[in-house]
């Protein structure tokens, strides 16, 4: 698999998950079939199977990240983030098959997980479908396979991760399709690991229970009130996400103007 490689886009300040994430990695991704890349500043650590890109651009992610990127090998890149954690097998041939058809259609990119799923069907296509031209969070930094050099190309200067998935959208708005995504998860995480930079309780208690110590002493656990503000955001996100889309915009407008 020489045309596709997995970047996990990193910076020397996460290194803290880079064991735990490559444990998971490869506990559950054994015979992962694409050469493996992550990306960091300056620190150097090495890790079996794994190739090590650098940049000193700090921690801007757009500025990092497009300079890695275009330092890769491969023309397609397999994007995922390092506080995303396997939690079980991943099916390589069910990934492959999604793969191999969607390079068929010479196509921009490919979601490999539901968030959010495909907005309608591809005909003859069952295992992905079409990513609307007016989708909100067309372009969304969840494990997905990209064409290079478009991804390159929605890339702006100072943007941050969240930013880039909101710009980037109305960006990708200049490519009038191209973008799908699978309608069942090819990777098989659950939802993100850290919460404005501190770990989900639940996370520490489930690497603990698979024998992987999370350093608490570099990155404390959230508080109960931490967890409970999050749990009333994703509530909200919820809400708005079951409004047709003009409307979750307004909604979520006027509840940014409301604090927790």
């Not at 559950?28 to 000193?56: A, I, K, T």
């Not at 390589?92 to 979601?111: E, Q, S």
């Not at 100072?158 to 990708?172: K, P, V």
């Not at 002493?217 to 996100?237: G, Q, T, Y």
Request: glycine fraction near 6%; hydrophobic fraction near 40%.
């Amino acid at each position: 698999m020489t045309e596709c490689s997995i970047f996990i886009p990193s910076c020397d300040s996460y290194s803290d998950l880079w064991d735990p994430f490559f444990h998971f990695f490869w506990k559950f991704w054994p015979d992962c079939p694409f050469p493996v890349y992550l990306g960091g500043n300056s620190l150097r650590r090495e890790f079996p199977r794994v190739h090590r890109l650098y940049s000193n651009c700090g921690n801007v992610w757009t500025d990092r990240v497009h300079e890695q990127v275009r330092a890769l090998p491969t023309p397609y890149v397999l994007l995922m983030l390092e506080d995303f954690f396997l939690r079980s097998p991943v099916n390589t041939a069910g990934l492959l098959a999604c793969y191999h058809n969607w390079r068929k259609l010479d196509a921009h990119c490919l979601r490999l997980v539901r968030r959010p799923g495909p907005n309608r069907a591809l005909p003859g296509q069952p295992h992905f479908g079409i990513l609307n031209l007016d989708a909100p969070y067309r372009i969304s930094t969840q494990a997905a396979i990209w064409k290079k050099e478009t991804l390159l190309s929605l890339m702006r200067p100072g943007e941050s991760i969240w930013q880039f998935e909101i710009e980037g959208t109305r960006r990708s708005r200049a490519f009038p399709d191209g973008f799908y995504g699978v309608w069942r998860n090819q990777l098989t995480y659950g939802h993100h690991v850290l919460e404005r930079g501190k770990w989900f309780p639940k996370a520490v208690r489930w690497c603990r229970k698979m024998g992987v110590a999370c350093d608490l002493a570099r990155r404390p656990a959230m508080s109960l009130r931490e967890i409970s503000v999050w749990k009333c955001r994703k509530a909200r996100s919820v809400l708005a996400d079951c409004l047709p889309y003009p409307a979750r915009r307004r909604m979520r407008q006027w509840l940014g103007k409301v604090s927790i």
